[in-house]
């Protein structure tokens, strides 16, 4: 039986804390978060730069004679880009947070970015759609008008046949695996905001 | 400014106390105590005094524990080195058991306000933490102390 708020104040003081970890393990943790931010950034930017090459290499290669050839490999390089520097760390600095601030702004604070996460997903994943399957297009009408109209039409087929599955199938599956537990998140950090204002 | 590891040794087992009545995990807890203490160490230089260094290092404790909600559910909880990561504590039994428990059920919030309050922070400090009006945090303690003294009715010894 609990009678009076001593006794629960007694009682929360009896709580005996883990043992305090060695400051050098700490800080090595503080360094091996910082490290593995860094390696990712490191690893989307060599993939930047691989994927321009080739495409360059393609480029002086096989020496595009039409504007729309051109125009297709720099809206396909652009997609590429987006779609990398979005899914390694390089955004992190639009959703750094200030941990220091008091509760109730932290959870706005909170609720903002994963808006702002939100919004920026649904965006990216259409622009990298759009400009990938409109590079394509416009990248194969050199080649396909030198295939002949069969077989430059079976070469269109197929591919947009590729993209229309990944716009119709894959894109909402994804859309949906990456925003569920988004939308989760934001569901509960509106129902803590709530509890604040009660 | 005060030295890190003064500040560590000082406030460690009372954040790990605050950890561990939102969590009522002990190694969860301990996790999340450590990660208060890499930021506490990252912000440190930035820190201007505003107010006083425990209102501070106790903001960042309450604002990881709700970062726990935002956290990516898919990712596994700790990036941390092994070594530290395999010390925690055996879970606590009987009446401090069914402390944490009790304040375990609470919504998010109250559990912050109470931990604060049993740990014995001043309100006015609690409602600079918080980000609401001194009243407000009154009120609430009232109303969650009634709640918890209600389920230790329930208490039987175990």
Redesign the interface.
Known sequence: MMDTDDELKQLWDTGVAAPIPDISALLRRAGTVKRKARNKMIWGNLLLVLTSIIIAWVWIHYQPQMLTTKIGIVLIILSMAIYIITSTSMLQFLFRDEPDTDTASYLAQLLRLRQKQEYLQKTIMTLYYVLLSGGMALYMIEYATMLGRRYGLIAYLVTFGWIALAWFYIRPRTARRQLAPLNEVIRQLEQVQQQLKG | MQD??EI??QY??RV??LC??YLND?AH??DV??ET???V???LPQ?RGESAIGT?IF??A???C??Q??R???MPRS???G??AE???AA?EG??AY??KAISEL????R?IISLE???LPQAEIA?????SEGNVRVKIHRI?DK??EK??H?DGH
Do not use: C, H
């Open positions: 890190f590891k560590y040794e460690w087992s790990y106390r561990m009545g002990t807890a301990q105590a450590q203490f890499v930021t160490w990252e912000k820190f501070w903001r960042i309450s604002n990881q709700l970062r909600i935002a990516d559910k898919r990036a941390m080195p070594e530290i010390k925690s504590e606590p009446k401090i402390l944490y919504s998010e919030t109250d912050i049993l740990e014995g600079s933490i918080v980000g609401i102390k918890l003294t230790f009715k208490y």
